[in-house]
């Protein structure tokens, strides 16, 4: 059973930068594609960015491309989003991800396996 924390979030004005990391324990990180997504209130969960395993592909929301990076540390089970130039409606809860290999397509959070317990996110303006 694959356990995942994510680090404490925070607040931050906007067009700050914050640094999210996941950590993943009970499990090997390397075989798992990692996504990030996010939720407001009164909103749905949305994706956010993923990365394959062995980090063939990575994916970013268009709201994010360009502003956010994601990265993986496979020896250290760690999977870090680096968010730039923050806007007030990045403010959200973030939750990391994983899904188990042999699954096509790593942007819809039906397909993950394995949730963190969320970190909240709030950019001021």
């Known amino acids: 059973q694959v356990q995942l924390v994510e680090s404490r979030g925070g607040l931050v004005q906007a067009g700050g930068s914050l640094t999210l990391s996941c950590e993943a324990s009970?499990?090997?990180?390397?075989?798992?594609?990692m996504g990030w997504f996010r939720q407001a209130p009164g909103k749905e969960r949305e994706f956010v960015t993923a990365?394959?395993?062995?980090?063939?592909?990575?994916s970013y929301a268009g709201s994010v491309n360009g502003r956010f990076y994601i990265s993986r540390d496979d020896a250290k089970n760690t999977v870090v989003l680096q968010m730039n130039s923050l806007k007030p409606e990045d403010t959200a809860v973030y939750y990391c991800?994983?899904?188990?290999?042999?699954?096509?397509?790593?942007?819809?959070?039906?397909?993950?396996?394995?949730w963190g317990q969320g970190t909240q996110v709030t950019v001021s303006s």
């Open positions: 991800a994983a899904q188990k290999p042999g699954v096509t397509g790593i942007r819809r959070s039906s397909t993950y396996d394995y």
């Open positions: 009970g499990g090997t990180l390397s075989s798992y594609d």
């Open positions: 990365i394959s395993s062995r980090t063939i592909t990575r």
